[in-house]
């Protein structure tokens, strides 16, 4: 997964610090190593949430990420030791686990891979705003808006149900959901997700 290799790269210390030393030593992506620096995602097979946190994180550092980007300086910072290791693959950390700097080319590199982490937040967003019905009333449910965006989503969800006095009624949707009211919510969400922006601009240039 192109996903996973290239969160291993930016969180991983060995290989994070080889990327700031190569690729954010100068201007003007020196000025930005920080949010680099600070970058702690990582996907675990089989737990999906990770995945859409992880696509989220990463989303926020692709206009700094791509950019600056470079296999051939990367490698050029290789260890003395490993002069003769095959370029596809890094330096192992300590536990003997490398990152794939094949894969992590290709992938930062590939308007698609940008494409498919924007349409993995996406569907984070589209299940925040189920669950966001699910747990509000009929009574007091304001529409949450459809950002383009999860972790938006999220922060307004937690205003939304959490922001105020709690009504009695929360959660109280069963017989709305029986009555298909929750399959409207997701097809409302995703078709105005769907007409995003940046969404619409990703699928354009991935085509």
């Known amino acids: ?35 680099i620096a600070s970058f702690d995602s990582d996907v675990y097979e089989g737990r999906w949430n990770s995945v859409l946190h992880a696509s989220a994180d990463l989303l926020e550092l692709a206009n700094i990420l791509v950019p600056a980007w470079s296999k051939d300086a990367y490698l050029l ?22 990152v794939q700097i094949k894969r992590v080319d290709n992938a930062i590199r590939s308007p698609w891979f940008w494409c498919c982490t924007l349409v993995s937040d996406f569907l984070g967003e589209i299940l925040i705003h189920l669950t966001c019905w699910v747990e509000s009333c009929p009574c007091h449910g304001a529409k949450l808006q459809c950002f383009g965006s999860s972790r938006l ?33 997701g097809v409302e969400c995703a078709t105005e997700g769907w007409t995003h922006e940046d969404l619409g601009t990703s699928m354009g240039k991935a085509g």
């Open 153 to 185: 989503a999220g922060n307004e969800r937690k205003r939304i149900l959490h922001g105020g006095r709690r009504c009695p009624l929360f959660s109280m949707r069963a017989a709305e959901a029986s009555a298909g009211a929750s399959a409207s919510v």
């Open 77 to 98: 910072h290789q260890d003395p030791g490993r002069a003769n290791r095959h370029d596809d693959e890094d330096a192992n950390d300590s536990r003997g686990r490398g």
């Open 1 to 35: 997964m192109e996903l996973k290799e290239v969160c291993r790269l930016l969180k991983r210390p060995f290989s994070k610090q080889r990327l700031l030393t190569t690729c954010f030593h100068s201007p003007p992506h020196v000025f930005f190593a920080g949010r």
